[in-house]
């Protein structure tokens, strides 16, 4: 790819009020326990899974 195939790349400078920037990092925060708890779930379930697996095949105990 050569510099003319290239799309300019304008980086916008935000200026961001306390309050604004307050309630991005609370939601951001909000999305990462999201995700967390999610995840959680997520190996909780696969966790599940094999240990049912391995108990009605027997090898377990």
């Known amino acids: 790819m050569t ?3 290239r799309a300019p790349v304008i980086l916008a400078e935000t200026k961001w009020t306390a309050e604004q920037r307050a309630e ?3 939601r ?3 999305r990462n326990w999201a995700l967390f708890g999610a995840m959680i779930g997520l190996c909780l379930l696969i966790y ?3 240990v049912v697996k391995l108990y ?3 090898h377990m105990w």
């Open 3 to 5: 510099e003319v195939d």
């Open 24 to 26: 991005f990092d609370r």
């Open 28 to 30: 951001r925060r909000s």
């Open 48 to 50: 599940a899974i094999a």
């Open 56 to 58: 009605h095949a027997g």
